[in-house]
């Protein structure tokens, strides 16, 4: 198991929220993060598409993880979401974060939500502050 799939696993055995999203882990790197989840009925909003907090979420989620995989701890300081298209029940949908730049105290991601089809869902600007506390595993 590598030093970025260990920080992920133990960052999620305490996620619960993470875990009701039955979050499906792909492939983690440093500053990269692939996962997925499929859409069920206690995602939907009152026009019977996925609550735009499903996307926010999962999106959340792969920043998080993408950014602690580097080693050191990670805090989310800002993000922007955009959706592009409605997710429907049982809709399988793969998130991608990716590193764009990373400085002693700061990195920004692009996360990006497909649906089954590979068309683009949403897509986040995220900015994280990186920290001086080393993980430990």
């Known amino acids: 198991m590598t030093r970025a799939l260990k920080i992920v696993t133990k960052m999620l055995a305490n996620d619960e929220f993470s875990?009701?999203?039955?979050?499906?882990?792909?492939?983690?790197?440093?500053g990269y993060c692939k996962l997925s989840i499929v859409v069920n009925k206690l995602m939907l909003n009152g026009f019977n598409i996925a609550?735009?907090?499903i996307c926010f979420s999962i999106s959340d989620s792969a920043l998080a993880f993408a950014a602690n995989a580097n080693g050191v701890k990670c805090y989310t300081i800002e993000t922007n979401l955009t959706y592009h298209k409605k997710i429907l029940l049982k809709d399988l949908l793969t998130v991608e974060a990716k590193e764009l730049d990373r400085t002693e105290k700061k990195a920004h991601y692009e996360v990006t939500v497909y649906?089954?089809?590979?068309?683009?869902?949403?897509v986040m600007k995220g900015v994280v502050h990186v920290s001086k506390k080393e993980w430990q595993h």
């Open 51 to 53: 609550h735009g907090g």
């Open 115 to 122: 649906n089954i089809e590979s068309e683009v869902v949403s």
């Open 19 to 30: 875990k009701w999203l039955k979050i499906n882990l792909i492939e983690v790197k440093p």
